[in-house]
């Protein structure tokens, strides 16, 4: 299976400590994504890091990609309890691939 | 309002029985994905289209069937569901494949009883 592994599977934080959660493939990485997923609902696009990147940030968040490891982290800074929710990384495998694969999700509990 | 929409939300079906989940979306994308979600699983993709009449399988496509006939729809289809496709359904799009940010319908249950 392509499909990518989070870690941890489940997180849970204080109100304004930081989160991290990490993701790898087998297969290379190219133009990952992460998602956030609120209980049973659709998943919301968060942040896109392409394979040249090594860093992005928007807001609060701050993913990181290492390709030679074929892994991405995604940290949440001064967490809030609305940050509740599974996140997943998400990969386009191999070049022009259109297959696109999502890791098994990490649930975030932030407690007030 | 830009959007992907599903129909129906719930369903509670006897295993057999032909039926089809509708997708579409008003924003002219290209791509469109079927996923189901199931619990420790994460979301595995089903089916997706790059175009009008272009299909292609995802990891999971087995006992599922697809039609792209016009882009905004993407119907997803079960000829003779069975219990193990008991899970929740998602249809996304994007403006192309290949990396592009993903819009994601709010979801159909699906119970094959």
């Known amino acids: 299976s392509q499909q990518g592994e989070e870690d941890p599977q489940a997180l849970s934080i204080q109100e304004g400590e930081n989160a991290t959660m990490n993701c790898s493939y087998k297969?290379?990485?190219?133009?990952l994504q992460w998602y956030r997923q609120n209980s049973g609902r659709g998943l919301v696009h968060l942040i896109l890091?392409?394979?040249?990147?090594r860093e992005k940030h928007s807001g609060r968040l701050r993913v990181t990609l290492d390709t030679s490891k074929k892994s991405s982290s995604l940290l949440i800074t001064a967490s809030r309890a609305a940050d509740t929710a599974s996140y997943f990384c998400?990969?386009?495998?191999?070049?022009?691939?259109?297959?696109?694969?999502f890791g098994k999700g990490t649930k975030l509990s932030v407690i007030p | 309002e830009a959007q992907v929409t599903q129909n129906p939300r719930y369903l509670i079906t006897v295993t057999g029985k032909k039926l089809t989940v509708t997708c579409s979306q008003n924003m002219n994308h290209e791509y469109m994905s079927w996923y189901r979600q199931d619990p420790g699983l994460g979301l595995r993709q089903i089916y997706y289209?790059?175009?009008?009449?272009?299909?292609d399988k995802g990891d999971v496509p087995e006992g599922y069937k697809v039609s792209r006939k016009e882009k905004r729809n993407f119907p997803l289809i079960l000829e003779s569901p069975s219990p193990n496709q008991t899970s929740l359904y998602f249809c996304a799009s994007s403006f192309t494949g290949g990396g592009n940010e993903q819009f994601f319908g709010p979801g159909t249950r699906l119970t094959v009883l």
């Open positions: 998400a990969n386009f495998s191999g070049a022009g691939s259109y297959q696109l694969t």
């Open positions: 297969t290379s990485i190219n133009n």
């Open positions: 890091i392409r394979s040249n990147e």
């Open positions: 289209s790059m175009n009008v009449e272009v299909t």
